[in-house]
């Protein structure tokens, strides 16, 4: 995209206030559905130019503008999801959302590094934290569409049936088949609070080399997924167990002992940044229940880590 605040428009256009302020909306619908900000700002662009390709007697006929916005951006979505599984067959190793920052901490990914506008921003709430997001690659297209636009964006069957191009009753199912995929992936909940200490245990216990004060921290049977993209290196298959990521986790400290590790919240949800020289090459999420880490999530591919670029 070449323009990150939105597409350029007629600024006489009586439904430009109505049109523009779907803005944000269709960006957090596109991000939860694809898991990817970059992929999210190019649907919006394309929904806003679909908009005004359109005559202005075209325009005026549709009186809903912001229920037509999210009808073209869920159906590219949907597109593209199908897309997307051809071309993560062929990507290097494992793929893995892309991890959002905080608001304040947003910077575009494009040449110049301008801030973030607020429209562009995604709400950080528990729909978009990492375990939440993977959980969404497990389903299909359809399932996920169904799924985010009634139960997170609370569209009705009926309309989410327009996108889909299923029956509403159709898209009933879609929905609690993938309400089902959620419920068996959720383990005990921990604290906010207890996130936070055993995250920055992690970090102390890493940055020590302290084996054993690492594999403490881990559910026995916890997995550490790294995506490298092809382009940083990673673990092309998951690491599994306490022990082995454990020691994998020490082996990086002591190979790599130039790295900044930085407390940060990622995805809405504790985490961890880790930088070199100022750049950020690695941003980890955690899964914590039970007291306990079940699964770290290490994203390293760079085209990944562009909104965590300050510099």
Known sequence: MTNPSGPRHDTSDPNLSAVMSERRQLI???????????????????????????????????????????????????????SARARRETYVGEWLPEPVPEPTEWINGRPGGTTLDPADQITLDETINMAFLVVLETMTPAERVAFILHDVFRYPFTEVAEIVGRT?????????????????????????????????????????????????????????????????????????????IARFFVDQAVAVPDVTILECTVSGQPGLVAQQDGVTVTVMAFHIAGGQIKHIWAVRNPDKLRPWTTN
């Open 28 to 82: 957090n619908l596109a991000y939860r559905l694809l898991g990817s900000l970059a992929d999210a700002e190019d649907v919006v662009q394309e929904t806003y130019a679909r908009w005004y390709t359109m005559s202005r007697q075209q325009q005026e006929a549709i009186e809903y503008p912001g229920g037509w916005l999210t009808k073209v951006a869920g159906r590219i979505c949907l597109d593209l999801l199908g």
């Open 168 to 244: 509403p009753a159709a898209c009933r199912q879609l929905a609690s088949s993938a309400r089902q995929r959620l419920r068996a992936s959720r383990n005990r909940t921990t604290p906010a609070a207890r996130r936070a200490d055993i995250v920055k245990a992690f970090k102390q216990a890493w940055e020590a080399k302290d084996i054993d004060a690492l594999i403490n921290l881990f559910d026995p049977d916890a997995t550490a997924t790294g995506d490298g993209g092809g382009l940083a290196s990673a673990k092309l298959h998951p690491i599994r167990g306490a022990d082995q």
